[in-house]
C-alpha cells in the first residue's frame, strides 16, 4: 500500500500547492543584505538597540523516500523556525545575534538498523546527523556578530551565514551551514566590487555543534557510514576571495578563490552574456592539492567546464546545460560546507567527488498563469555519466518542483514541493543509489 499511497501523493498535492522560481534553492535569510545603510538611524548607545529590528522565519518541512525495488520507505517532518536581531547603525556600526530551533515532529527509524539496509540520509539530514535519535534538543546559535559598514562597504566578524558559490548555507533542510571568521565587502567601485574573508570555525547543515574547519571535513561521510573512519585534517581554516565585474549590462564576470589552508585552492570563474532573450555562460574550476592528507592525495588536479545556454520568454525559461571533467580526477571539495555551483546542478544531484563526469541537464521553468506571476513549475531533468572505484555509472534524476509564494496578508508565506524519481546503473549492491527512487519533499516558509 505504501507505493500506491505514495503515487496519489505525488500526483495530488501539487493541485493545492503554489510555488516560487528561486533557481532550485529553498528560502534562506542571509544577514548581509538585511535592511538598508542609514548612518543617521541610532543617535545614542539606546537608540543603537530600541531602532534595531526582529527577523525570522517559521518552517516545516517534509521529506519521503520510497524504493520500490526492495519496498523500503523513510520519511521524517520537521517544524521549527529562526529568530534574528540586528541592531540598528550607529557611528556605521551594527550587531546581529540570531538562533534556529528545530522539532522532529514524526519520522521512522532514522537509524542504522538491520531492519532498514539503506541509511535514511535525506531524512536524516532534518536534524541531527550526530544523534539520529535527538528529537527535541535541536537548536543551536547561528549568528553573533559586529559590523562595521562605510558607504556601501563593509566588514563583519563573528558568526555568520555566507553565500558564495562552493560556500552557501545549502538551506534546505532546517539547519543550513553557517560559518565564523571575518568578512569584508569594498563595493564602491561603480561596476567592480571585491569581497573575502577567513573562517576558523563552521557548524554544518544538519548538525548542532560548531566545530572547527578541520573537524567538519569529511564529517558527513562517517555520519551517515559509521564504518568511515573520520581523520580531523591539520588546517588554519578556509581563506575566499571575490572579485565581480560588469563591463556593461549584457556581461558579468565573476571569480572566486578558495584556499583551504594545507589542503587545496580551489578557483571557480563564471562569464555570462545575455542578449535579447538569449543568455549564455561558461564556468571554469580548477583544483590543485596542497599536500598529501586523508581528503587529497599528493599531486591531486581537478578541472571541469560548465556551460548553459538559455533562452528566455516572457511567461518562460529553457536552458540546455553540460559539465564535463577535463581531468581524471574529481573535485574534492567539502559537502558540509555547501551545494556545488554548476549549471547543471538541480536539488539532490551532485557531481562533487564524482570522476571523469559528463553531465547533461535540460531545464524548464514557467509561469503559466499570468495574474500569478510568483507561481513556477520546474521540469528538470539530468543525466550523468562517470566513474566509481573505477567503474562506470551513471545518474538519471527527473524532477518536477513547484514553488510559489501567496498574495495580500499571506505575501510572506512560500511554499516549495519537489518530486525526483532516480535511476541508476553500475553501483555496487547495498550502496544508497543501488536501485530507483522515487523522493518528494515539501517545505512551507513563514517569514517575518
Known sequence: MKIYSYILFLIFTPIFLQAQNNHQQFESIDSVKHGSFNPNEAHSFHEWFKKGHVSGLFRSNSIQTYRPESKNFSAASGLGGRIYYHSAYWH????????????????????????????????????????????????????????????????????????????????????????????????????????????????????????SISESIGLYDHLLDSEKEHHAITTQGLGLLG????????????????????????????????????KLGVQYL???????????????????????????????????????????????????????????????????????VNSQALKMDFQPIESWSSLNIGLYGVHSNFHQNKEESSLTQLSLDIQTHLKED???????????????EGFSKGSFLYEDIFHSQLIVNYKF
Do not use: C
Not at 499571506?410 to 541508476?424: D, E, P
Open 92 to 211: 556605521g556600526f551594527q550587531m546581529g545575534i540570531g538562533g534556529i530551533y528545530t522539532y522532529n515532529i514524526l519520522s521512522t527509524d532514522l537509524s542504522n538498523s538491520t531492519e532498514n539496509p539503506y541509511t535514511p540520509k535525506w531524512e536524516r539530514q532534518l536534524f541531527d546527523l550526530e544523534d539520529p535519535n535527538n528529537k527535541h534538543d535541536l537548536d543551536r546559535l547561528e549568528e553573533l556578530f559586529i559590523k562595521y559598514r562605510y558607504k556601501d562597504s563593509y566588514i563583519k566578524v563573528g558568526k555568520m551565514l555566507l553565500n558564495t558559490p562552493l560556500v552557501n548555507p545549502q538551506d534546505s533542510r532546517m539547519k543550513p551551514s553557517a560559518f565564523q571568521g571575518i568578512w569584508l565587502d569594498w563595493n564602491e567601485g561603480h561596476r567592480f566590487e571585491i569581497n573575502g574573508g577567513f573562517f576558523n570555525k563552521v557548524s554544518p547543515r544538519s548538525t548542532t555543534e560548531w566545530i
Open 410 to 424: 499571506w505575501k510572506n508565506l512560500k511554499i516549495r514541493f519537489l518530486n525526483s524519481y532516480f535511476m541508476t
Open 286 to 356: 580548477f583544483q590543485n592539492s596542497l599536500t598529501e592528507n586523508h581528503f587529497l592525495e599528493k599531486n591531486h588536479k581537478a578541472q571541469l567546464l560548465s556551460g548553459q545556454l538559455k533562452w528566455i520568454g516572457t511567461a518562460w525559461q529553457i536552458s540546455y546545460n553540460q559539465t564535463i571533467s577535463l581531468t581524471e580526477n574529481a573535485l574534492k571539495f567539502p559537502s558540509e560546507w555547501g551545494a556545488e555551483p554548476f549549471y547543471t546542478f538541480i536539488s539532490r544531484h551532485r557531481i562533487e567527488g564524482l570522476d571523469q
Open 243 to 278: 572579485g565581480h565585474y560588469l563591463p556593461n549590462e549584457k556581461i558579468s564576470l565573476h571569480s572566486w578563490q578558495y584556499y583551504i589552508d594545507n589542503i587545496s585552492f580551489v578557483s571557480f570563474n563564471q562569464l555570462e552574456y545575455s542578449q535579447n532573450s538569449i
